[in-house]
């Protein structure tokens, strides 16, 4: 499976952005897809994970009720809709996807990584 997010910006606090990841392989469907984000100078965290094959999602608390997770298998492509931007979302983004990791994944349960996407929310 291969991973390339899109999306990006810069943006001013309070706005909206929606992210998007591609994927490639005809396995995309088996694998629970998920965001994390890593701002400078900060590890990489987990943002938000959706489940194969029900749709269940999980979410980081710094981004429940502002950001939404979907995923479309027929696209093979998973989205992130990020309204009510702060600046402290600034990060470089990158889609994730994992076989055999549920619910908030660890870093390392993830079987593939998308390259990043920057996303820059100013004040």
């Known amino acids: 499976v291969q991973l390339q997010a899109s999306g990006g910006g810069l943006v001013q606090a309070g706005d909206s952005l929606r992210l998007s990841c591609a994927a490639s392989g005809r396995t995309f469907s088996t694998y629970n897809t998920g965001w994390f984000r890593q701002a400078p100078g900060k590890e990489r965290e987990f943002v938000t994970n959706i489940m194969r094959p029900a749709g269940s999602t999980w979410y980081a608390d710094s981004v429940k009720g502002r950001f939404t997770i979907s995923r479309d298998n027929a696209k093979n492509s998973v989205y992130l809709q990020m309204n009510s931007l702060k600046p402290e979302d600034t990060a470089v983004y990158y889609c994730?996807?994992?076989?055999?990791?549920?619910?908030?994944?660890?870093?390392?349960?993830?079987?593939?990584w998308g390259k990043g996407t920057q996303v820059t929310v100013s004040s």
């Open positions: 994730a996807a994992s076989r055999n990791y549920a619910g908030i994944l660890p870093l390392e349960g993830i079987d593939f």
